[in-house]
């Protein structure tokens, strides 16, 4: 074989799943316009509302006073809910702004300090179990900024007993800031406009870690948070689902932050990756020869754990196309192949496809060519990282907690 036919071969061997996932997208896309915004489920009237207890976790994040601010003023009734801020921050200066609240609302706010950031978020969210009363827990990231209404909406779905988590929808207050928080954006828009609607159709919505509820009950017996996994949300999230609780989707948005510097937005993507790929192989059997979740519930699942598995494919067709260049065979990848792949991209490609509908549906389309000529070169870069992040995962190799900086803590946004 001359090093020709084997670049040819391997590039075109590439082809192949990345076909099978651009399909995938498209369907999923198509499904989505089938679904629509879905009826409204009217769901039973609470007899009481239940006790909450709002979970804040925080590491040298100023931010968060806006946060607890914000949820300090839910129109819930103020004896049915408590606020407890999990902090282990290192900064005097933040401790004691935070530790304020809880000084000024004895009781209804709780300030719980680590001396230690052992097992990071989820460690600290269980270290706070200890001072949380409440039935449901809801969670915000530091940098969210929830609606008065959001205690009243999201505990609405727990009249049916069989529902364990309740996930909302991500807004961005940071979005236009640069390209990468562009990129960042299109792919959570992405998920929720169309991976989350599809998914609360079939009852396998994911736990996003933030603006999301949890039936306490529920929680404790899927063992709570894994403290070995590093996408937590994601592992309770399959943990319920096999124990054939209901998970629920609503279309409330909150605004929040993506990274805003390259190094933020990789690492993230990276923990991400190898958190959900690990969630696989730490549940697997389970996932594909438990009986009690349906055969789409699987499906999803799997594309949820092991979607980035088209990682490595990107880069072997990046590297072996552009291959073809230095080994004196420009009609391998030559200016008018590249053309044309760009052309399938655009008007092809299933992340392209869902991209165009997630625009169109938020009256956005003046930005699809910030999402083409994101997709194309950070999108490329990504795909290199995520292959380095998936592989790791494969090999049990441990990938270490990034906690992503927040632009609201420096005053940039």
Same mark, same amino acid.
């Given at each position: ?35 629509? #915004? ?77 001396? #230690? ?106 063992? +709570? ?18 124990? +054939? ?133 950070? +999108? ?34």
């Amino acid at each position: 074989m001359t090093p020709h036919e084997f670049t040819l071969f391997m590039y075109n061997l590439s082809l192949f799943p990345i076909i099978f996932f651009s399909v995938l997208f498209l369907f999923l896309t198509v499904l989505r316009l089938f679904i629509g #915004n879905g009826k409204k489920e009217d769901y039973k009237k609470m007899k009481d509302l239940p006790f909450i207890s709002v979970q804040i976790p925080a590491y040298n994040d100023p931010v968060a006073e806006r946060c607890v601010q914000k949820c300090m003023e839910f129109d819930y009734p103020k004896d049915k809910y408590e606020i407890i801020i999990a902090d282990d921050s290192t900064s005097a200066e933040t401790r004691t702004m935070l530790k304020r609240f809880a000084d000024e609302n004895p009781g209804f706010v709780k300030y719980v300090h680590r001396s #230690n950031r052992e097992n990071f978020k989820p460690g600290a969210l269980k270290n706070a179990m200890s001072a949380t009363r409440g039935g449901f827990i809801v969670i915000f990231d530091a940098d969210w900024i929830p609606e008065k209404d959001f205690l009243k909406k999201i505990i609405e779905p727990f009249s049916d007993p069989k529902v364990a988590l309740v996930q909302t929808k991500q807004g961005f207050y940071n979005k236009n800031t640069n390209l990468i928080t562009r990129f960042a954006a299109y792919v959570l828009m992405i998920y929720h406009d169309i991976i989350m609607p599809v998914s609360n159709r079939i009852n396998c919505v994911f736990f996003c870690g933030t603006a999301g509820a949890i039936r306490r009950s529920a929680f404790e017996e899927a063992g +709570g948070w894994n403290l070995n996994s590093i996408t937590e949300d994601c592992d309770l999230s399959v943990n319920l689902l096999l124990r +054939g609780y209901k998970s629920v989707y609503l279309d409330i948005e909150t605004p929040s932050e993506v990274p805003a510097t390259f190094e933020g937005f990789i690492k993230q993507q990276m923990r991400w990756c190898y958190g959900n790929t690990r969630v696989f192989f730490d549940n697997a059997f389970r996932i594909l020869f438990g009986k009690s979740i349906t055969f789409r519930q699987k499906a999803m699942i799997l594309y949820v754990t092991l979607g980035n598995v088209i990682a490595p494919m990107v880069v072997i067709m990046t590297i072996f196309g552009f291959a073809g260049w230095f080994i004196g065979e420009p009609t391998l990848f030559s200016f008018s192949d590249v053309v044309n792949l760009i052309s399938r991209g655009i008007y092809t490609a299933g992340f392209i496809s869902m991209g165009v509908f997630t625009l169109y549906k938020k009256r956005q389309l003046s930005e699809l060519p910030y999402l083409v000529a994101s997709a194309f070169t950070i +999108g490329i870069i990504l795909a290199v990282a995520n292959t380095i992040a998936f592989f790791k995962a494969i090999a049990n190799s441990k990938l270490g907690w990034y906690c992503t900086p927040k632009s609201a803590n420096d005053g940039l946004v």
